[in-house]
């Protein structure tokens, strides 16, 4: 394995517990989304690396899933505290390779780790039912039980949470798992493997496979037999190929796809409050999360002084290399992203929009894009339709309620929605009128390892975290006994 060693982080694939290189011996490189220079390289699996890892994994689930489940919740609460242990170090593993600053990464670490604590707790808790069948008398007794080898994909923009997201669950149901981690950013989930090895995590029961032939080699995890589970979390193009392929073996499937937000703010708002909302809800993780507020529906009344607070602060922020400490603003993870961005921008302009802070890229090295504010921008702009997935925060005014909740709801998304409001009485109101799985309402974060994350419309399929998470990978099983 020959790659520029960085922070101790292996870089091979991680198959049967062990690393090792890709059987065709082929490689790609990580760059640093901040200088544009390479930071090492990693094994780039084959699709028969892919039927190694499923062989691994076959191997390790029958101990895997009889051991007991307080067994299995004491190596995943060592991954969270051995995580924890390390948070500093793996949050610059992930500023790194994803650009994003290191109070963000920071969070997304201690975030991640939460998922095992959680899970931890909840692996003792699969509970089943007995009842007496109300005609015949039998008993009907109901347990569940871990649903297979479970293949896990995850995107670059959380490179750690997305994945222990699916990894504790998966791991406290008893379910081996065969991880895909986004090509942008594979170290950070290789740097989690020997942790999760010295919390005890025995040999095939998480394997890792980084590759460049995602589509191939996911395609052919999904086709074997072995495979009950996907988990997927990134865009909603590649969701519904993963569920048309997931369609031939009737493999079980979790969706964790793309988002829309509305970001609300009503007349008799909180202006404070909510611009502080908008802050998280905008500008974690430079814009880079399916939460992220996308369009913001301000009432005209109160219209001009959000847009200049909010404004006011987005000016201020600190851009820079995520490394350096006091940054708020890293770098995008990569070029197509950061164009992409201007790109909404430039198409918003074009059409009327009108700039109050940013509106363009950071010259010189790295992916940077300028924390922006757009006013006045006309329903035709494109990025009130697809995710910006970068720090603009695009505003429009709003007269009524209902004008307003048809706006909010007129898209194909349906992942979350934040609002903004003093009246409780109307904020839940509007809540339930809102088409999204989740709300924030009067605050700008909604992440939480306990709480169901999830989409409805095209933003999804099932849920992560809560006790629902757990269920996720488990099958449930009906017995009808005389007894
Ligand atoms: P992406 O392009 O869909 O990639 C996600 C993962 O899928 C990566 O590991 C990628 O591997 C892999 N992949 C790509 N094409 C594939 C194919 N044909 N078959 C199997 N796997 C394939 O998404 P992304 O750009 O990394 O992430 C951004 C998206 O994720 C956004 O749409 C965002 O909203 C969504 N997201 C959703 C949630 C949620 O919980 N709802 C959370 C975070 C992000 P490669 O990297 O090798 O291409």
């Keep these: 394995m020959d790659a520029k060693p960085i922070m101790d982080i292996p870089t091979g694939l991680f198959i049967g517990g062990k690393f090792v290189d890709a059987s065709d011996g082929e490689r790609f490189d990580v760059m640093n989304p901040a200088t544009e220079q390479v930071l090492t390289s990693v094994a780039s699996a084959t699709v028969d690396d892919g039927m190694k890892a499923l062989d691994a994994a076959e191997a390790a689930f029958s101990d895997w899933a009889g051991r007991t489940p307080r067994v299995r919740a ?33 969070s997304e670490v201690a975030y991640a780790a939460e998922f095992f604590r959680w899970y931890a707790e909840e692996a003792v808790r699969n509970l089943g039912d007995v009842m007496r069948a109300p005609s015949s008398g039998a008993r009907i007794l109901v347990q569940h039980k871990p649903i297979g080898i479970a293949v896990l994909v995850t995107p670059w923009n959380f490179p750690a949470a ?6 504790g669950p998966a791991l406290a149901a008893g379910c081996p798992v065969v991880v895909k981690p986004a090509s942008e950013t594979p170290l950070t989930m290789l740097a ?3 942790i999760l090895e010295k919390a005890g995590v025995p040999p095939g029961v998480v394997n890792i496979l980084p590759s460049r032939s995602s589509g191939a080699l996911v395609d052919k995890l999904l086709h074997d037999p072995r495979v009950r589970m996907i988990s997927f979390t990134g865009s909603t193009a590649v969701g519904r190929k993963l569920l048309h392929g997931a369609a031939d073996n009737v493999v079980n499937t979790g969706m964790e796809l793309g988002g829309n937000a509305p970001f609300i703010v009503c007349a008799d708002a909180d ?23 996308n369009r913001f529906y301000v009432h005209e009344e109160v219209h001009d002084i959000f847009a200049a607070r909010l404004t006011d602060r987005m000016r201020r922020m600190k851009i820079g290399n995520g490394l350096e400490e006091g940054v708020e603003v890293g770098a995008l993870v990569n070029a197509e992203t950061r164009d992409k961005v201007e790109h909404f921008v430039a198409d918003a302009v074009a059409k009327g929009a009108e700039i109050l802070t940013g509106g363009e890229p950071v010259p010189g090295k790295g992916y940077f ?32 309620e209902d004008e307003m909740i048809s706006r909010a709801n007129d898209t194909e998304y349906g992942l ?7 009246d409780l009485k109307r904020g839940l109101a509007l809540s339930e009128r809102l088409e999204y799985g989740m709300i924030g309402l009067n605050r700008g974060l909604v992440s939480d390892p306990a709480a169901p994350f999830g989409g409805v419309k095209q933003s999804g399929i099932g849920r992560e975290g809560a006790h629902a998470g757990l269920m996720e990978f488990l099958e449930t099983q009906y017995i009808s006994v005389a007894w």
């Design 192 to 194: 989690l493997m020997p």
């Design 416 to 422: 979350v929605a934040y609002l903004f409001t003093k």
């Design 74 to 106: 004491e190596v995943l609460r060592k991954a969270f505290e051995l995580m924890m242990a390390e948070q500093e170090r793996l949050a610059r593993i992930i500023t790194l390779e994803n650009g994003k600053a290191l109070s963000d990464s920071r």
């Design 271 to 293: 202006i404070d409050a909510a611009v502080e909302g908008a802050m998280i809800a905008k500008m974690r993780n430079i814009g880079e999360a399916c939460t992220a507020a």
């Design 162 to 167: 997305m994945a222990t997201r699916k990894i």
């Design 369 to 400: 894009y300028a924390p922006t504010v757009l006013v006045n921008v006309p329903d035709t702009a494109e990025c009130l339709r697809d995710e910006i997935f970068g720090p603009v925060a695009v505003l429009q005014r709003f007269h009524s």
